[in-house]
């Protein structure tokens, strides 16, 4: 009976002080969150119930004003349409892409190294780099896409001039950057499916579409769930390729969001004013993300 008691509290004991040691381990990280994550956050919260400016003396507490003069400004609800756009249109087609590269890739074969490369080459390439490019190549004058409209005798467009045509241009060179990354991560989640299921699959007599659909996609249904979440999150966020392809022109029809707000923040030096209009944009990609992971865990019951 001793014996067994001893064996408890060395059992407790060790408990103790394996936690205490895994406390420590991440202490440095609960730091330096606090410091440069939460503090931050907290003062931004308080900055946008005031008057507050980059420049001048302007410090005044002006309550939820800013809230409600942010409900009735018609220039921010406008870029939020224009990034909800963007969302909308580079959610599905850039995941299908994604997944496809993925399934094309899987197969271990001589060449799948190196278009796994190819394919990710886009990823690693700076954001200011591929708008660049990608500005030259719509340009109507000597880009490379009138100059195959003109090889097919059809009429030149100024793409990016255009307010009609401005935000699909860059809705084209986001999924362009952002499908090699997700491409990563479906080739993972297809590579923890056992291959056991499309054998048996397979012998009773399912098509690959079948498999795909029977099995595939419900053991994805996790990393589809991260692919599609982060995705929306970087859409929302979409500001480096307006700011570098079109600077929210023309006639402010590609002014997202976040570019908005450093419009307000930076350009008019309303700095209370854009962390307000920050915080509501986080509210809403914050609801969109729960709405979005509670879908994918009931698909997955």
Do not use: C
């Not at 479906?186 to 590579?191: E, P, T, W, Y």
């Not at 419900?218 to 859409?235: E, K, Q, W």
Request: net charge positive; proline share 3%; glycine share 6%.
């Amino acid at each position: 009976m001793d014996s067994a008691i001893q064996r408890k509290k060395t059992s407790q004991s060790f408990r103790k002080h394996e936690q205490a040691t895994a406390f420590w381990f991440i202490f440095p990280a609960i730091v330096l969150l606090l410091v440069f994550v939460f503090y931050p956050m907290l003062q931004a919260f308080i900055i946008s119930f005031k008057n507050y400016s980059l420049v001048g003396e302007g410090d005044v507490f002006v309550g939820i004003d800013n809230y409600v003069h942010l409900m009735k400004d018609r220039a921010f609800f406008n870029s939020l349409k224009h990034s909800f756009y963007f969302a909308l249109v580079v959610i599905p087609i850039q995941t299908s892409i994604a997944l496809g590269l993925a399934l094309l890739i899987q197969k271990k074969t001589a060449a799948a190294g190196l278009f796994r490369t190819l394919y990710f080459i886009p990823v690693i390439i700076s954001t200011a780099v591929a708008a660049t490019v990608f500005k030259l190549i719509y340009n109507k004058e000597f880009g490379l896409l009138n100059s195959v409209l003109k090889a097919f005798h059809l009429p030149v467009t100024s793409f990016l001039s255009n307010p009609d045509t401005a935000m699909n241009g860059i809705i084209l060179l986001g999924i362009w950057k952002g499908a090699g990354f997700f491409m990563i991560i479906f080739l993972a989640g297809l590579n923890n499916i056992s291959p056991d299921l499309y054998e048996a699959a397979r012998v009773d007599g399912a098509s690959r579409i079948q498999q795909f659909f029977k099995i595939t996609l419900p053991l994805l249904n996790r990393t589809m769930a991260f692919v599609v979440i982060m995705t929306t999150i970087d859409a929302i966020k979409l500001s480096g390729l307006v700011f570098v392809m079109t600077n929210g022109g023309p006639n402010s029809s590609t002014e997202t969001v976040v570019f908005y707000i450093y419009k307000q923040a930076f350009t008019q030096m309303r700095m209370g004013y854009a962390t307000a209009a920050a915080f509501v944009l986080f509210a809403i990609v914050l609801t969109i993300s729960l709405i979005q992971m509670k879908l994918f865990n009931k698909e997955g019951d």
